[in-house]
T-cell receptor, first 108, second 112 residues
Framework: GQQVMQIPQYQHVQEGEDFTTYCNSS?????IQWYKQRPGGHPVFLIQ?????EVKKQKRLTFQFGEAKKNSSLHITATQTTDVGTYFC????????FGTGTRLQVFP | EAGVTQSPTHLIKTRGQQATLRCSPI?????VYWYQQALGLGLQFLLW???????NRGNFPPRFSGRQFPNYSSELNVNALELEDSALYLC???????????FGEGSWLTVV
């Protein structure tokens, strides 16, 4: 069945350092979405990418969708303590399958 | 505008019992999704309902079932509860199938 993997599983960074999480799908996706889940909270939508090779930015966050529409990445520049949480990608085919998530911890 | 609402917030059941969880989508949203999130783990896709019909289900045994009502609210039923069913059950809704989904706060199910 469809699988969506993310690496790394955990990432600890010093505040101000950059962070990247990578997402890989076993199947070609119609679109990919990114969500953030704060500790104790529920996932909150960040962005959706649809086109092959698409790049979108939200302030310090940069999202990319691979040319083959099977992988994606999220890069955070100059992390802040407010970036703490688990970042999930979610690949869409005939259902929305969430990746395994990357838990980000930022130390001040 | 009210978000996705779920009830109950917490539920404790004993092994072998049945649990029913409820979800009301955002007004106007016709698609409802159910995910299971075991403690500290990822989101496992359970079920997707749209316009009252089950559109897809994840790799869960048949004792996980649900339905969507004419007002688009939804129910998740888990029969013959097992200890490993203890998890946060998240409901989400979307306006257009496959588009952005909005999650509720979740229902914590504990099986003892």
């Amino acid at each position: 069945g469809q699988q969506v993997m993310q690496i790394p599983q955990y990432q600890h960074v010093q505040e101000g350092e950059d962070f990247t999480t990578y997402c890989n799908s076993s199947t070609t996706l119609s679109n990919i979405q990114w969500y953030k889940q704060r500790p104790g909270g529920h996932p909150v939508f960040l962005i959706q990418l649809v086109k092959s090779g698409e790049v979108k930015k939200q302030k310090r966050l940069t999202f990319q969708f691979g040319e083959a529409k099977k992988n994606s990445s999220l890069h955070i520049t100059a992390t802040q303590t407010t970036d703490v949480g688990t970042y999930f990608c979610a690949g869409n085919t005939d259902k929305l399958i969430f990746g395994t998530g990357t838990r980000l911890q930022v130390f001040p | 505008e009210a978000g996705v609402t779920q009830s109950p917030t917490h539920l404790i059941k004993t092994r072998g019992q049945q649990a029913t969880l409820r979800c009301s989508p955002i007004s106007g949203h016709t698609s409802v999704y159910w995910y299971q999130q075991a403690l500290g783990l990822g989101l496992q896709f359970l079920l997707w309902y749209d316009e009252g019909e089950e559109r897809n289900r994840g790799n869960f045994p048949p004792r996980f079932s649900g339905r969507q009502f004419p007002n688009y609210s939804s129910e998740l039923n888990v029969n013959a509860l097992e200890l490993e069913d203890s998890a946060l059950y998240l409901c989400a809704s979307s306006l257009v199938p496959g588009n952005t989904i909005y999650f509720g706060e979740g229902s914590w199910l504990t099986v003892v």
